[in-house]
């Protein structure tokens, strides 16, 4: 199917095409050619605490109050914060910050609730305001310096509304009336019985009668990237996006009263269980090594005599949350007599310091040999009778000397800022690539002007929608704002410029929430600082606003 078919069937209007200038001064610009590949398929709480039974530790829930807030009620107007802290991921500065005075009543709700409370003149407070919510008796101080990466994390609400609203079992059903579901791409039929995990799916389209016999003989059904579908999910991934600043992902799971539809596994990506109706049990069990802490890949499925006793064995229910990072084993049996719906969000999937040093180390290692003579110096002539396979054993001082000057010329390595910044433009890019688009909902603001005139403000529609990054001979502007809410539809966007330009963009991309005057714009001439603030407006990267 076309792009702009899929378009039409989701309800996406596609950005209209960037339309290139001739300045002289300007590189022509373009969009990437690059093609899309197929995707592979309290503040006072009660505590109730149960025993880790790997180590005789106690694991604590949280259970939120259930009893009214006496504080007045939020509006839009004074939900807000009077000061915000980001609490970012393995930031230990933000996160050992004093927590900001934003009351957990402000964010206790439903769906409906959090979002007409969300503060969307920022992008960065909503989705500061949205995880809070998400997690919501604890503070994300708590969440990252306990929990995150470390631990599993139960909070139970005692509230089955409180999830409602970003999924349905009937938003399923019409889902499955009225697109082109595809098995493998949009939906999986499984199962797991007698230790057996298998995949259901059948060529071409779920239909809903092929769907729901399945499930009625006991099968469990799984939707890959319900985003594509359901605003509200749309709407979650994107702000989240942008307080992780990295990709996000989800699946929604429909399990039949009293039947499994996975076998017990760890993945690879940070997982918040969002219970959305009926019941689940789930069984979470530590990582059984050291190597499969953290994974860089999801495990193969276990029996159950591979995974040992669990360190947490509890009933999920509507409303409630759970998180485990990656590498703790779990699986799900639905209780008798009552369905489940939960769906599973999911983020930090290869973005470790393992994967940064995968760019880092190669770009490092060319300006190293580009500019140090140390690294274009021939090898010992005893180089290959010390090392290597059949040499291992050897304990002769050639041996230590050249693996001591393999180290001392890596550890040099670690000096090159330029390749650091590079490296990390590289993750940057390839999540502007992959993420969805900005949700329309996030711009409640004054209607954006067209032809901007020198006293025009302008900034980013969100804060992460654009990049910086260098070229050769010139500097690149690559966007998110034109993607489609399915995976990797459309290539990498970019508009190429002169790098006169590197500024005035880099001024652009940092200034956010701040709005920028078009004639201040640094390094610039007027007809070119109007000429790049229209051609921005026009792909949607920036908005704007009379002074």
């Known amino acids: 199917m076309s792009a702009a078919a899929l378009y039409s069937k989701i309800g996406i209007v596609p950005a209209e095409p960037v339309v290139p200038t001739d300045k002289q001064s300007r590189k022509r610009a373009k969009k990437s050619t690059t093609q899309p590949s197929k995707k592979k398929k309290g503040i006072q709480k009660k505590i109730k605490s149960h ?10 829930p949280i259970v939120a109050p259930a009893e009214e807030s006496k504080t007045d009620k939020p509006t839009a107007e004074n939900s807000l914060p009077e000061e915000n802290t980001t609490f970012k991921p393995c930031d230990e500065g933000a996160i050992n910050q004093p927590d900001p005075p934003v009351l957990v009543d402000t964010l206790i709700g439903s769906t409906a609730t ?17 995880f809070r919510w998400l997690i919501s008796p604890i503070s994300p101080k708590v969440f990252f310096n306990d929990y995150w990466e470390k631990e599993h994390l139960l909070i139970q609400r005692k509230d089955k509304n409180y999830n409602s609203g970003w999924f349905s079992t009937d ?15 949009h939906l999986d039929l499984t199962s797991y019985q007698d230790g057996k995990r298998e995949t259901h799916n059948q060529p071409g389209r779920a239909y809903p009668g092929i769907v729901w016999k399945h499930y009625e003989s006991g099968g469990s059904i799984r939707m890959l990237s319900p985003q594509i579908y359901s605003e509200p999910m749309w709407r979650l991934l994107n702000t989240l996006q942008d307080y992780f600043k990295c990709l996000m992902g989800a699946n929604v799971y429909l399990t039949p009263p009293g039947t499994q539809g996975f076998a017990p596994h760890y993945d690879d990506i940070e997982a918040f269980l969002i219970q959305l109706e009926g019941k689940k049990q789930w069984r979470v069990y530590k990582p059984r090594s050291e190597e499969d802490k953290l994974p860089k890949f999801s495990s193969k499925n276990f029996t159950q005599d591979e995974i040992g006793e669990p360190v947490m064995d509890v009933v999920l229910e509507a409303g409630d949350l759970l998180y485990f990072p990656r590498g703790f084993i779990h699986q799900g049996v639905c209780v008798e007599g009552e369905h489940s719906l939960h769906v599973t969000v999911s983020t930090y999937q290869l973005n470790s310091w393992g994967d940064l040093l995968e760019k880092y180390l190669p770009k490092a290692l060319a300006t190293a040999v580009k500019s140090d003579t140390r690294f274009r110096e021939g090898l010992p002539l005893s180089t290959l009778d010390n090392l290597g396979l059949a040499n ?17 010329l890596v550890t040099s390595l670690g000096d090159c800022e330029e390749a650091a910044d590079n490296a990390v433009d590289d993750i940057a890019s390839a999540l502007l690539r992959d993420s969805l688009p900005p949700h329309p909902a996030r711009f409640i603001r004054p209607p954006t002007l067209d032809s901007p005139t020198p006293d025009t403000l302008v900034r980013l529609t969100t804060p992460y929608c654009a990049r910086v990054v260098k070229g050769d001979g010139i500097v690149s502007l690559r966007f998110s704002t034109s993607n489609s809410r399915v995976y990797r539809e459309i290539g990498e966007q ?44 026009e792909a949607q990267i920036l908005e704007s606003k009379e002074k």
């Open 51 to 60: 025993t880790d039974k790997e180590n005789g530790s106690t694991n604590k």
């Open 494 to 537: 970019q508009l190429d410029y002169d790098e006169s330009f590197e500024e005035a963009l880099s001024l652009l991309i940092n200034s956010y929430p701040k709005w920028t005057i078009v004639q201040s714009l640094p390094n610039m001439d007027p007809e070119d600082g109007l000429g790049l603030t229209e051609e921005l407006i």
């Open 171 to 185: 938003k399923l059903k019409e889902i499955l009336r009225n697109n082109p579901v595809q098995f493998g791409t």
């Open 114 to 130: 959090v979002l007409s409370t969300l503060n969307s003149d920022d992008c960065v407070k909503e989705a500061d305001q949205l």
């Open 392 to 408: 291992k054993q050897k304990t002769t001082h050639h041996r230590r000397d050249i693996l001591k000057k393999i180290g001392e």
